[in-house]
């Protein structure tokens, strides 16, 4: 079982910045996504990597603030997000798809495509 340990969360103001950090256990590498739920609210797609770094892609309410990006040495996957929003406050879940070909650049939007999820950290932006 593959473990997704994240890091990185807190409160900010809003036009600050975070990186969170999403490690996973073991050697494999995957392809890796970021999701997010707010309270009272479904959890949605952020941001995507491809399994080679290759693909990415980004829901249209973060494109242009936020960069993804993947330490295969570290088998670490980074979200950095600047100039943060009232509306980006949500627990941040990172997840991996295990089913990607090494030197795959597909990126996955939908959460029933990724197999592993970490437990979330939370982003709180203020007013």
């Known amino acids: 079982q593959v473990q997704l340990v994240e890091s990185g969360g807190g409160l900010v103001q809003a036009g600050g910045s975070l990186r969170l950090s999403c490690a996973a256990s073991g050697r494999t590498s995957y392809a890796m996504g970021w999701f997010r739920q707010a309270p009272g609210k479904e959890r949605e797609y952020v941001a995507g990597i491809s399994r080679s770094g290759g693909g990415i892609y980004y829901h249209d309410s973060v494109r242009g603030r936020f960069t993804i990006s993947r330490d295969s040495a570290k088998n670490t996957a980074y979200l950095q997000m600047n100039t943060l929003k009232p509306e980006d406050t949500a627990v941040y879940y990172c997840?991996?798809?295990?089913?990607?070909?090494?030197?795959?650049?597909?990126?996955?939007?939908?959460?029933?495509?990724?197999?592993?999820w970490g437990q979330g950290t939370q982003v709180t932006v203020s007013a």
């Open positions: 997840a991996a798809d295990r089913h990607r070909p090494d030197h795959s650049d597909y990126v996955g939007v939908l959460a029933v495509q990724f197999d592993y």
